[in-house]
């Protein structure tokens, strides 16, 4: 698939996000890499033969307070290359994307692996 094309998907999800949640959305930068370099494998506890989708780097909004404020954006990272090695079927990729675009939106709302994957976001 396309850079392009990919980069649709992640927006495609990324649009479908009801406004009252996509309001927050202000302040974060939405990136796609190609994958994950050994730095954010290590960092996220990914052992080998695992495989990294997404990441969020940034302070969940749960956690800030009245103070937080002149601060550079939060980040979701998503990495094409992982994605597509998982999911060659172009429906079970599109459908995975934003299974993984909004399991990392959770994190920035203040959700724990463990609440992310009860939903069925795991």
Same mark, same amino acid.
């Given at each position: ?14 649009s479908?996000?009801?406004? *009252?949640?996509? &309001?927050?959305?202000? $302040?974060v930068?939405? =990136?796609?890499?190609? /994958? ?6 290590? !960092? ?15 302070? *969940?909004?749960? &956690?800030?307070?009245? $103070?937080?404020?002149? =601060?550079?954006?939060? /980040? ?6 992982? !994605?597509?090695?998982?999911f ?34 795991g």
């Amino acid at each position: 698939m396309t850079s392009r094309r990919f980069a649709r998907l992640v927006f495609k999800a990324l649009s479908d996000i009801p406004p *009252p949640f996509r &309001e927050h959305l202000t $302040n974060v930068d939405v =990136v796609i890499r190609r /994958r994950p370099d050994r730095r954010d494998l290590r !960092l996220h506890g990914i052992k080998r033969g695992e495989r990294l989708y997404g990441m969020y780097d940034g302070v *969940p909004l749960t &956690e800030r307070g009245g $103070n937080y404020t002149l =601060v550079p954006p939060d /980040r979701i990272t998503i990495f094409k290359e992982p !994605l597509e090695a998982d999911f060659p079927d172009e429906t079970e990729l599109m459908a995975e994307v934003r299974k993984t675009v909004l399991h990392e939106i959770a994190h920035f709302f203040g959700m724990s692996e463990q609440a992310v994957e009860e939903l069925g976001m795991g």
